[in-house]
């Protein structure tokens, strides 16, 4: 009895993390403007994180660069003041290559949750196949009942928030000029 016991629980903890895996898909699904059939885990989202600050960084260390090379120019002037100027700039400069440094350590924690999740999604994943999604649904029903909870309807403000996307999955602006084309427009409604 102690080892049906122990099962039960077990499953019954499985059934949490899978309905809370799945909660977090659908939460993003809604957040990225996609179904729950299609949506971005969230592992990817972390990673598409990862990759749009390390954009940002080099871009702005392309710049910074770009700005160093002006400074020295300025200083082959050889004026007093320019050269106190261009003193200033350049301890600027380096505060902002030195702050720009956030992104390699964000990017490296930010790669541990991201192996987490995946670890713990893949664990959870095997788990539901080995038990049988007919059994896991039966442990679900359980828990409901016991938690006195049913499902509940999503707040349908949720469904209006849209924030940026990865290039991979964004509509192309030439795309979007295609919708609002008045050639095509004039076909619609002739």
Wanted: with cysteine; net charge negative.
């Amino acid at each position: 009895m102690v080892e049906t016991v122990d099962e039960d629980l077990l499953k019954k903890e499985l059934v949490g993390l899978f309905g809370h895996l799945n909660k977090m898909r659908r939460e993003l699904a809604v957040l990225q403007g996609h179904d729950a059939g299609n949506f971005l885990t969230v592992a990817d989202t972390l990673d598409a994180i990862v990759e749009n600050t390390e954009n940002a960084s080099n871009a702005i260390l392309e710049s910074m660069e770009a700005i160093d090379e002006q400074v020295s120019e300025l200083r082959k002037l050889d004026n007093p003041v320019v050269s106190a100027v261009c003193e200033k700039i350049t301890d600027r400069g380096n505060q902002i290559f030195e702050a720009c440094s956030f992104q390699d350590l964000t990017g490296q924690r930010i790669t541990k949750v991201v192996n987490s999740l995946k670890f713990i999604e893949d664990r959870v994943n095997t788990m539901v196949r080995m038990w049988g999604k007919e059994e896991l649904a039966k442990v679900v029903e359980e828990v409901r009942r016991e938690a006195g909870t049913e499902a509940q309807e999503e707040d349908p403000e949720k469904a209006l928030l849209h924030g940026p996307q990865r290039d991979s999955v964004a509509n192309k602006q030439e795309d979007i000029d295609k919708l609002f084309s008045q050639d095509d427009i004039d076909k619609l409604f002739g």
